[in-house]
Structures are given as C-alpha cells and as structure tokens.
C-alpha cells in the first residue's frame, strides 16, 4: 500500500491512476488524516434498450406441456 500526500498525488497524478490500474492500493491522505483509496473502475455497461432482442428468441408451441419425466410427480 503506498501513501502519498495530496500535493504529491497531485504532482503524480498519471503515475498513480497507472499504478492503481495495475492493481496497486494508492491512498492519498490529507493533513487531518482523512484519506481516499484510488481504485480501478470497469467500464460502465452499455446502455439496454427495451425489444432489442425482439425476434430473437423463439418458443415451441408445446412450451408449457409437462414434461413426461415428471409424469410421477404429477400424480
């Protein structure tokens, strides 16, 4: 874990988002010891639209018939 002041945090800015992408833990601290953690971020999933995958699912007309191997349990 390495620690850095906000005035090196900000002299090193670039170099410490590259660390913390590599998976290294960076604090930066403030005077009064309140601190912050850079972590990686994955990118935000794309949007969903609503009927985008209209068409591409298909069902059997027999969808809802029982299944014959559960014919004991139907009893």
């Known amino acids: 874990m390495e620690r850095y002041s906000i005035r090196e945090a900000q002299d090193y800015l670039p170099k410490l988002i590259a660390d913390a992408r590599?998976?290294?833990?960076?604090l930066i601290m403030g005077e009064d010891e309140q601190g912050v953690q850079l972590v990686p971020v994955s990118a935000p999933p794309k949007?969903?639209?609503a009927g985008s995958a209209r068409g591409l699912v298909k069902m059997t007309p027999d969808f809802d018939a029982p299944l014959a191997d559960f014919d004991e349990y139907m009893a």
């Open 22 to 26: 590599h998976g290294k833990t960076i």
């Open 47 to 49: 949007s969903r639209k």
